[in-house]
Nanobody
Framework: QVQLVESGGGLVQDGGSLRLSCAAS????????MGWYRQAPGKQRELVADITSGGNTNYADSVKGRFTISRDNAKNTVYLQMNSLKPEDTAVYYC???????????????WGQGTQVTVSS
């Protein structure tokens, strides 16, 4: 079994900053891409940013220049530093990881439980 546990969400004012963390644990052999998605009320879940095991990153246009994704492979942890937050960033943020479990070379996608980020105007 694989678990993803997120932390760091909360309430912040317009222009503020937050840092999200997501730690993967369990029967993990290897992790490929890790990423952050978000879902606002009434909207579809969307990619915010992701990062490969080699450090290549990808960002949604709406967060480029404001958010930074990073990871610590030794700790199986991915981070999202969010600066210059706007009310439209308000959403539940979900961690995602592509994990190969011990005894398998097949990667499966896993999700965290989500953490609420609310930006007040």
């Amino acid at each position: 079994q694989v678990q993803l546990v997120e932390s760091g969400g909360g309430l912040v004012q317009d222009g503020g900053s937050l840092r999200l963390s997501c730690a993967a644990s369990g029967s993990i052999f290897s992790i490929n891409t890790m990423g952050w998605y978000r879902q606002a009320p009434g909207k579809q879940r969307e990619l915010v940013a992701d990062i490969t095991s080699g450090g290549n990153t990808n960002y949604a246009d709406s967060v480029k220049g404001r958010f930074t994704i990073s990871r610590d492979n030794a700790k199986n942890t991915v981070y999202l530093q969010m600066n210059s937050l706007k009310p439209e960033d308000t959403a539940v943020y979900y961690c995602n990881a592509h994990v190969a479990r011990y005894g398998s070379t097949w990667y499966s996608g896993y999700w965290g439980q989500g953490t609420q980020v609310t930006v007040s105007s």
